[in-house]
Structure formats: structure tokens, C-alpha cells
């Protein structure tokens, strides 16, 4: 069983689409979170929501929206795609707001041509 | 702004051999230290560290922080090839947010 799974594991588009990543988590944790990891391997952080709710907003531009139907789902769409939102997506989720030991998803690779 | 620093960026060693690696911060309001094994995917935990001076083990790995001069290392004994990945800090930050701030780890590659 997959802790925590997202969807698409790639996802190849062209500039100016809008696409969707899904992340579902059968933890039973209460938090869960969006990274981006660029091309130099560099992890920072987001989105996370925590019970549905938006606790962490890290200067992402609007085009990202993050959707949170319920607790076990973090959404991730993304609008009028660039060049730069190339990267990995990682999802990841924990218990309390607690970063201890928070579980990440394989990764989406998006690539915007 | 809260800032973590790994070091060295890469490093290459022999299979049998010992390695350090660094992880500096500055953050405001710490709450934890945390290390990563990333290979091809996802990150995977290693050691949560939350006080200083005691040293976490699992197996050839081992890790301590110092909370005074703001830094942890990992260390990895008698390296194999399959040691080889990312090695990732992260530093959690206070808030209530569950927030990490990472640093840009260090690739680790072990020649057989």
C-alpha cells in the first residue's frame, strides 16, 4: 500500500495549459503539503493544509491553486503554464503539523515545453 | 530569512569508506532537524534530531546537532554503492505550521 500517491508520475504539456497533480494519503494524517524541487535538487515548500484548512502560502504565484476536498487529498492545478514551473512535485503529509517524519509522494515530473 | 546549508555539494568515495556530511542553518524559531535519503524518488526519513549533543543511530548511519553553533552532520560508515543518493537536511520551523526549510543536499555517489 502507497503511503502517500500522486498522479501523474509525469506529465509532459505545452506552455500557456492548465494542468492538475492529485496527491491522496492513506495515513490518517491531518497535514499535507506541496514542494517543488527544481533542477538543482533544491526542496521548498509551498502549500500545506491542514484539516482542509490553508496554513502555509509561500509566495506562490496565483496561477498555482491548491484544493483540499478532504483531509486524505491535497490537489494541486496549476494555470497558463511556463517554462520555469518545470520541475518535480513532490506531495507529502503529517501528523499535527508536525514535520517529524513527514512521508513524500514519488514525485511528478512536469515538464513544459 | 531562514536559511539551511549543506556541504560538501557532492562527493565521491570508495566503497568501505567513511563520510561526513555537513548541514549549517539559521532559522528564527527552530523546532527540529531532520535528515533524507532521496535515491531516484521520494525523499525517504532517516533521523529527526531535536536536542543537542545526543547522537541518533540506525545501522553504518549516525547523526548529532549542535544547537549552539546551529548545526548537525550525518555520518555514514563503511559506505556501499547502494549509499549512493541525495542525502537532505531540513530544518523545522516553529509556528504550528509543519514547515521545513531544506538545504540543497549533497549527492553522495560510492564507487564499488
Known amino acids: 500500500d502507497t503511503a502517500v500517491s500522486q498522479t501523474p508520475k509525469y506529465l509532459v504539456t505545452q506552455m500557456g495549459n492548465d494542468k492538475s497533480i492529485k496527491c491522496e494519503q492513506n495515513l490518517g494524517h491531518d497535514t499535507m503539503y506541496w514542494y517543488k524541487q527544481d533542477s538543482k535538487k533544491f526542496l521548498k515548500i509551498m502549500f500545506s493544509y491542514n484539516n482542509k484548512e490553508l496554513i502555509i502560502n509561500e509566495t506562490v504565484p496565483n496561477r498555482f491553486s491548491p484544493k483540499s476536498p478532504d483531509k486524505a487529498h491535497l490537489n494541486l492545478h496549476i494555470n497558463s503554464l511556463e517554462l520555469g514551473d518545470s520541475a518535480v512535485y513532490f506531495c507529502a503529509s503529517s501528523q499535527n503539523r508536525d514535520p517529524t517524519e513527514a512521508f513524500f509522494g514519488q514525485g511528478t515530473r512536469l515538464t513544459v515545453v | 530569512e531562514d536559511k539551511v546549508v549543506q556541504s560538501p555539494l557532492s562527493l565521491v568515495v570508495h566503497e568501505g569508506d567513511t563520510v561526513t556530511l555537513n548541514c549549517s542553518y539559521e532559522v528564527t524559531n527552530f523546532r527540529s532537524l531532520l535528515w533524507y535519503k532521496q535515491e531516484k524518488k521520494a525523499p525517504t526519513f532517516l533521523f529527526m534530531l531535536?536536542?543537542?549533543?545526543i547522537e541518533k543511530k540506525s545501522g553504518r548511519l549516525s547523526s548529532i546537532l549542535d544547537k549552539k553553533e546551529l548545526f548537525s552532520i550525518l555520518n555514514i560508515t563503511a559506505t556501499q554503492t547502494g549509499d549512493s543518493a541525495v542525502y537532505l537536511c531540513a530544518v523545522g520551523v516553529g509556528g504550528n505550521t509543519g514547515k521545513l526549510i531544506f538545504g540543497q543536499g549533497t549527492t553522495l555517489q560510492v564507487k564499488p
Open positions: 531535536t536536542s543537542s549533543g
